[in-house]
């Protein structure tokens, strides 16, 4: 599980990067991208809806995602499914680490 929670940091730092240099382009002041070096897109808060773009809003979503799953592997709960509580099969996992169903819960979820 180590090499799933090294490629979910590597990502995470990849994606704090991306966000930051979109709120940059967008013109977001100072203090917001503070807030984001320090606490992470949950620094963003009520801010983020003034930025109404669709890029900035895949890299928050894809980052939480990423930020779930460490913090599932911080519990012992990484490759549970969110839904059923199952193991997570393992090809899902390798094709995304940050991964939260099942593929029964996934397809019941579209």
């Known amino acids: 599980m180590t ?9 995470q730092q990849q994606l704090l990067q991306q966000i930051r240099a979109r709120l940059i382009e967008l013109g977001a002041p100072g203090a ?6 320090s606490q992470g897109v949950d620094g963003l808060g009520e801010q983020l809806p003034s930025y109404p773009d669709r890029q900035l809003y895949g890299l ?3 980052l939480s995602k990423v930020e779930a799953a460490l913090c ?13 509580e199952a ?9 995304d680490a940050a991964e ?3 593929a029964r819960c996934a397809s019941k979820a579209v």
């Open 3 to 11: 090499d799933f929670g090294q490629s979910l940091a590597q990502e």
């Open 32 to 37: 917001l991208l503070e807030a984001l070096a």
């Open 60 to 62: 928050c979503n894809r």
């Open 72 to 84: 599932q592997l911080d519990l012992g709960l990484f490759g549970i499914c969110a839904d059923c």
């Open 87 to 95: 193991e997570i099969e393992m090809e899902r996992l390798i094709k």
């Open 100 to 102: 939260q169903r099942c």
